[in-house]
């Protein structure tokens, strides 16, 4: 069975201090890894994909990275309106995807 | 571009009465649907998914039931509603490949009283 665990479960900032995000998985024929973010009362928005281990993609203050076991959010210098919940989710040979629990990131002005 | 439209946004029933959500896609042919439900403080739990008209694949044994009557539209629904039930309900297309991203409706909020 496939599993997502992300940690920490909730990450207070203050806005400017850099920090990361953490998803570790364990997949049979990891297809792609995802992260998305999700405001309150919204549907997740899709943010990256990553395919292969050494892979990064970057968006404003997003960075993604992926290893064989993981992946990182980085988030540097963060603003309040990175204040949100992200989720990673991997998808299988099947193509099936398996969510983590995610993380509420709250950044303090 | 694509979109998709997801309503009613907030419900509120009684139990023991019936469900219909409905989901369409605007923009592509032939996705990927799928519904989800979401508790709070949990992550996204599957519960149906479909690759085309009449194609339906459950996860989860309940008492929801899903159909697609048209090729970009989606309907959850339920006879009848247990307290359970309860949760965020969202809705997600995908094209194409294995591997590409699924992307989300802005869900629906559904409160069983």
């Known amino acids: 069975e496939d599993q997502v665990t992300q940690s920490p479960e909730a990450l207070r900032l203050q806005e400017g201090e850099s920090s990361s995000l953490n998803c570790s998985y364990t997949?049979?024929?990891?297809?792609?890894l995802f992260w998305y973010r999700q405001d309150p009362g919204k549907g997740p928005e899709f943010l990256f994909t990553l395919y292969s281990a050494g892979e990064e993609k970057e968006k404003e203050r997003l960075k993604a990275t992926l290893t064989k076991k993981e992946s990182f959010l980085h988030i540097t210098a963060p603003k309040p309106e990175d204040s949100a919940t992200y989720l990673c989710a991997v998808i299988n040979a099947g193509n099936m995807l398996t969510f983590g629990g995610g993380t509420r990131l709250m950044v303090k002005p | 571009s694509q979109t998709i439209h997801q309503w009613p946004a907030t419900l509120v029933q009684p139990v023991g009465s019936p469900l219909s959500l409905e989901c369409t896609v605007e923009?592509?042919?032939?996705?990927?649907l799928y519904w989800y439900r979401q508790a709070a403080g949990r992550g996204l739990q599957l519960l149906f998914y479909?690759?085309?008209?009449?194609?339906i694949s459950s996860e989860v044994p309940q008492n929801l039931s899903a159909s697609r009557p048209q090729d970009r539209q989606f309907i959850l629904s339920s006879k009848k509603l247990l307290l359970s039930d309860s949760g965020f309900y969202l809705c997600a297309w995908s094209v194409g490949r294995e591997g590409r991203p699924q992307h989300f409706g802005d869900g629906t909020r559904l409160s069983i009283l």
């Open positions: 997949v049979s024929g990891l297809r792609g």
């Open positions: 923009g592509t042919s032939n996705p990927n």
């Open positions: 479909s690759v085309g008209i009449g194609q």
